[in-house]
Structure formats: structure tokens, C-alpha cells
């Protein structure tokens, strides 16, 4: 009884279980299955919200590429400073429409140039000279550049034109190569180039081009012999060179060390550009900044005085403008460049560490860099010969009650001043090697002003 009895509570617990078991996996699946509606909205939702946030990012970037691109936009549009625009227009590598103050000169070679190549004349050489600074090879650029934009627009003939610096040769006689390079001669080198350029412009042809040659700082290519300078304006002679030459020289005097076959050689037309002066060292100025009322004319004038009694470099003078108003742009206060800045500009670009090594040099090596400048100021030369340099040292000392050094001595002394790159000596024998400053007179200048008995000196 008790059996049967538990074997009824076992049915009904059972049935109790599957019944149960049924309402669970109803449950269950219904539970599953709105899960998976919640999972399939809740993906939706999900995948709408990344799909708004991509949206969003992209908007996002799409304006910070758009604003990036404003600001550039903006930075490029927005105007220059008076300052800015003032630094811009003195710095050296500004090329002006035109250059003030040199209009005689000009017209002198305009007329020469344009009367060789329209009438291809044999024999027509120029030279120019002058010290450095004052507009030479500005000036003769500007007007190969005007003959050859005539020639593309006008009916004016065509020309080649070649520019060599002689500074930048490794050895006078590396000329011809260059010149052989510019011609597009072919299968030339250093030592074919000459005996190639002379069999050139001694052919004869009916389509052979004409050529305008410039030799820049010529005096660098004076040797004992003088072949390449007798060449160069040797060829301009020859029948069918269709060759016209234009040399420009640092020394004033440079004809006078020239050879008797070479002065033969040369043409009659001679300019010279005198040193800048104080009105017209101002009037480059100005007309670099026309339009920018920047500079006070105390300002402007300090520095064109100071420049002009120097050197008359219209190069520095720009220079010292430009360093003087960087100077007062860093000052906010000062809306126009004042005399204190051109002033502390000067101090600052003639305080080299050239400046330095001068005024730890000894005194007779002191005396020899200021018999030198002597030379170079008084004549207008900056390339004197050793013996010359020798001469005026013996002098300078004499005068002044001090013992010269002897011959040995002395050109130890050059010796000294050439390694510390304070001078140049071309050649090789010593009595009439070359010498020249490798220093801005300025910085001698500087150096010595307040040192006696230097100071008197120069």
C-alpha cells in the first residue's frame, strides 16, 4: 500500500516535471527567440549607431579637412607685414625691374653690344671695371637679358650667350673648357679645349651662330705669360669668330700689368664704375622698399654714410638694411627701422670672427693688412703684386718711425696672413705673386678703428 502509494506520488511528480519541462522550453524558446529579435534590433540599432558615428567621423573629418584647408587657404591670402615685405625686397637674391643709378654705364653698353651683334663686327671687345658692389655684372645681365627677350619678340637677331666667373675656375687654363662646355663642342677636355675654340672661331660658315662672351673677375687669370688673356681678346679679331667679349674687373688698374701683346689685343672702350655714393647709396635703398614708408630718413642715411665712406658696396648697404629691420620687427614698439637699429645692425655684421683673428694678429702683420687696404683704397685695385705690397709697408712703417721687417721675414709674415684666410697670393714666385684682401675692408676697419697706431692709419 505504501508501495502503490509512492508509485502514485511518482506519476504525479513526474507528470508535474514534464509538464513543467513543456512550460520551460516554451519558456525557453520564446525567451530565445525575443532575444534574438533583441539581438537582431539591438545589431540594427547597433549598426545604424556605428553607421551615424562613420557618418559623424566622416562629416568630422571632412570639415577638419575643409577648415585645414581654409586656414591655408587664409595663411596664403593674408597679406605681409610692412616688415616682412621690406625683407623681402633687400634681400640680395631680389632682382629689381631696374637698376638706379648706373644709366650712363648702361647706355654704354647697350650701345656697344646692340651695335656688335646687329652688325656681327670682328674685334669688338668690352671692359669693365670697378670695385666690387657697384653694379658691373648686375648691370651687363640686365642687359643680355632685355637683347634676348628683343630677339624672341622683335626683329632683332639671335645670339648665344656665355657667362664664366673666373673666380670659380680651378686654374686660368680650365677657361677654354668651359667655354668649350658652353658651346656644346664635342670630345673636348682641359687640354684639347683651347686648340678646339681657336679651330671654331676661325671656321668659316654662313649659319654660324653669334656668340656674346662674359668673363667675370678677369683679373683672377693673369699669369706670367698672359696666354689666356691674349686669347680672349684675340679671338674676337679673327675673321669669322662672330665673337664679341665682355670682361669685368675688381682691379682698376688692371691694363697697366697687362703684357704689350696683350694690350694690342684689346679694345678702346674702357668703363669704369666708381664706388656708390652716399645720395645714390640711398637711392638703391629706397628704391627697393618703394611704397614701405619703414625706414626714418635719419635711419637711411646713417647707413648710406657709413657704407659710402667704407667701401660704397651697395651690396652691404643692403645687408645692414636688412639685418636693421629684422631688428626693429622683433621690437614691437617700433613701427619704423630708427638709427639705433641701423646702428647695432652695422656693429653686429662687421663683428665677425674675421674681426677677431684681426685683432690677435701681431703688429707688422697688422701693418702689412693695412698697407694693403692702403693700396686697394687709394688706387681702386684690390689685386697688388708682392713687391708693390712690399713698398708701401716699408713706407708706411718709415713714416710713422718703425723699423720694416727684411725680405725673409715679411713673407713669412704674408705667409702667416694667407693661412689664417685673411689674404689670397696667386703664384708662385714670391717677389710677384698676387696679393688681395679675402676680408671685407669693413672688418679691418673695425678691428683697428680704436687701436693705435692702426687707427691713424686707415
Given at each position: 500500500?505504501?508501495?502503490?502509494?509512492?508509485?502514485?506520488?511518482?506519476?504525479?511528480?513526474?507528470?508535474?516535471?514534464?509538464?513543467?519541462?513543456?512550460?520551460?522550453?516554451?519558456?525557453?524558446?520564446?525567451?530565445?527567440?525575443?532575444?534574438?529579435?533583441?539581438?537582431?534590433?539591438?545589431?540594427?540599432?547597433?549598426?545604424?549607431?556605428?553607421?551615424?558615428?562613420?557618418?559623424?567621423?566622416?562629416?568630422?573629418?571632412?570639415?577638419?579637412?575643409?577648415?585645414?584647408?581654409?586656414?591655408?587657404?587664409?595663411?596664403?591670402?593674408?597679406?605681409?607685414?610692412?616688415?616682412?615685405?621690406?625683407?623681402?625686397?633687400?634681400?640680395?637674391?631680389?632682382?629689381?625691374?631696374?637698376?638706379?643709378?648706373?644709366?650712363?654705364?648702361r647706355k654704354q653698353i647697350l650701345d656697344f653690344l646692340t651695335n656688335a651683334i646687329l652688325k656681327k663686327k670682328e674685334g669688338r671687345s668690352l671692359y669693365i671695371s670697378g670695385m666690387p658692389g657697384t653694379g658691373k655684372t648686375a648691370t651687363v645681365q640686365e642687359i643680355i637679358t632685355e637683347l634676348q627677350n628683343k630677339g624672341k619678340k622683335e626683329n632683332f637677331p639671335k645670339f648665344r650667350f656665355v657667362g664664366i666667373n673666373s673666380a670659380k675656375l680651378r686654374s686660368p687654363n680650365h677657361l677654354y673648357h668651359e667655354i668649350a662646355n658652353e658651346l656644346e663642342i664635342k670630345r673636348c677636355n682641359v687640354s684639347n679645349s683651347c686648340k678646339l675654340l681657336d679651330q671654331r672661331f676661325k671656321r668659316k660658315?654662313?649659319?654660324?651662330?653669334?656668340?656674346?662672351?662674359?668673363?667675370?673677375?678677369?683679373?683672377?687669370?693673369?699669369?706670367?705669360?698672359?696666354?689666356?688673356?691674349?686669347?680672349?681678346?684675340?679671338?674676337?679679331?679673327?675673321?669669322?669668330?662672330?665673337?664679341?667679349?665682355?670682361?669685368?674687373?675688381?682691379?682698376?688698374?688692371?691694363?697697366?700689368?697687362?703684357?704689350?701683346?696683350?694690350?694690342?689685343?684689346?679694345?678702346?672702350?674702357?668703363?669704369?664704375?666708381?664706388?656708390?655714393?652716399?645720395?645714390?647709396?640711398?637711392?638703391?635703398?629706397?628704391?627697393?622698399?618703394?611704397?614701405?614708408?619703414?625706414?626714418?630718413?635719419?635711419?637711411?642715411?646713417?647707413?648710406?654714410?657709413?657704407?659710402?665712406?667704407?667701401?660704397?658696396?651697395?651690396?652691404?648697404?643692403?645687408?645692414?638694411?636688412?639685418?636693421?629691420?629684422?631688428?626693429?620687427?622683433?621690437?614691437?614698439?617700433?613701427?619704423?627701422?630708427?638709427?639705433?637699429?641701423?646702428?647695432?645692425?652695422?656693429?653686429?655684421?662687421?663683428?665677425?670672427?674675421?674681426?677677431?683673428?684681426?685683432?690677435?694678429?701681431?703688429?707688422?702683420?697688422?701693418?702689412?693688412?693695412?698697407?694693403?687696404?692702403?693700396?686697394?683704397?687709394?688706387?681702386?685695385?684690390?689685386?697688388?703684386?708682392?713687391?708693390?705690397?712690399?713698398?708701401?709697408?716699408?713706407?708706411?712703417?718709415?713714416?710713422?718711425?718703425?723699423?720694416?721687417?727684411?725680405?725673409?721675414?715679411?713673407?713669412?709674415?704674408?705667409?702667416?696672413?694667407?693661412?689664417?684666410?685673411?689674404?689670397?697670393?696667386?703664384?708662385?714666385?714670391?717677389?710677384?705673386?698676387?696679393?688681395?684682401?679675402?676680408?671685407?675692408?669693413?672688418?679691418?676697419?673695425?678691428?683697428?678703428?680704436?687701436?693705435?697706431?692702426?687707427?691713424?692709419?686707415?
Amino acid at each position: 500500500m505504501e508501495f502503490k502509494g509512492s508509485l502514485v506520488t511518482i506519476d504525479r511528480t513526474l507528470s508535474e516535471y514534464n509538464r513543467g519541462k513543456s512550460n520551460s522550453d516554451f519558456s525557453t524558446s520564446s525567451t530565445s527567440s525575443q532575444d534574438t529579435d533583441s539581438d537582431s534590433d539591438s545589431y540594427q540599432q547597433k549598426s545604424s549607431s556605428q553607421s551615424e558615428i562613420e557618418t559623424q567621423s566622416s562629416d568630422s573629418n571632412s570639415d577638419s579637412e575643409f577648415v585645414k584647408k581654409k586656414n591655408e587657404q587664409t595663411n596664403l591670402e593674408k597679406p605681409l607685414s610692412h616688415f616682412q615685405l621690406a625683407l623681402k625686397q633687400l634681400q640680395l637674391s631680389s632682382k629689381p625691374e631696374s637698376l638706379p643709378c648706373r644709366e650712363t654705364e648702361r647706355k654704354q653698353i647697350l650701345d656697344f653690344l646692340t651695335n656688335a651683334i646687329l652688325k656681327k663686327k670682328e674685334g669688338r671687345s668690352l671692359y669693365i671695371s670697378g670695385m666690387p658692389g657697384t653694379g658691373k655684372t648686375a648691370t651687363v645681365q640686365e642687359i643680355i637679358t632685355e637683347l634676348q627677350n628683343k630677339g624672341k619678340k622683335e626683329n632683332f637677331p639671335k645670339f648665344r650667350f656665355v657667362g664664366i666667373n673666373s673666380a670659380k675656375l680651378r686654374s686660368p687654363n680650365h677657361l677654354y673648357h668651359e667655354i668649350a662646355n658652353e658651346l656644346e663642342i664635342k670630345r673636348c677636355n682641359v687640354s684639347n679645349s683651347c686648340k678646339l675654340l681657336d679651330q671654331r672661331f676661325k671656321r668659316k660658315s654662313q649659319n654660324k651662330e653669334f656668340i656674346v662672351l662674359l668673363i667675370d673677375e678677369v683679373d683672377m687669370l693673369i699669369t706670367r705669360t698672359q696666354g689666356v688673356l691674349y686669347n680672349i681678346f684675340n679671338w674676337p679679331r679673327l675673321q669669322n669668330s662672330n665673337l664679341v667679349v665682355v670682361t669685368i674687373s675688381n682691379t682698376m688698374d688692371l691694363p697697366e700689368k697687362f703684357l704689350p701683346k696683350v694690350r694690342s689685343r684689346m679694345g678702346m672702350l674702357l668703363i669704369s664704375f666708381m664706388p656708390y655714393t652716399r645720395q645714390q647709396i640711398q637711392t638703391i635703398v629706397q628704391s627697393r622698399i618703394e611704397g614701405l614708408k619703414i625706414f626714418s630718413p635719419d635711419a637711411l642715411e646713417l647707413c648710406a654714410r657709413k657704407v659710402s665712406a667704407v667701401s660704397g658696396d651697395a651690396r652691404r648697404a643692403l645687408e645692414i638694411c636688412q639685418r636693421a629691420v629684422e631688428i626693429a620687427s622683433k621690437r614691437g614698439k617700433s613701427l619704423k627701422v630708427q638709427m639705433s637699429h641701423v646702428q647695432q645692425a652695422t656693429n653686429e655684421l662687421l663683428s665677425s670672427n674675421y674681426v677677431n683673428i684681426i685683432k690677435s694678429l701681431s703688429f707688422h702683420e697688422k701693418m702689412l693688412l693695412v698697407s694693403l687696404l692702403k693700396v686697394a683704397r687709394k688706387y681702386s685695385i684690390l689685386v697688388v703684386e708682392f713687391s708693390q705690397l712690399l713698398q708701401i709697408y716699408n713706407q708706411v712703417c718709415s713714416l710713422n718711425s718703425y723699423k720694416p721687417l727684411p725680405f725673409d721675414l715679411i713673407s713669412k709674415v704674408c705667409y702667416r696672413l694667407v693661412s689664417s684666410k685673411l689674404i689670397i697670393s696667386y703664384g708662385r714666385n714670391a717677389l710677384y705673386q698676387s696679393i688681395s684682401l679675402n676680408v671685407d675692408s669693413e672688418d679691418v676697419m673695425f678691428a683697428l678703428e680704436k687701436e693705435k697706431p692702426f687707427n691713424t692709419l686707415i
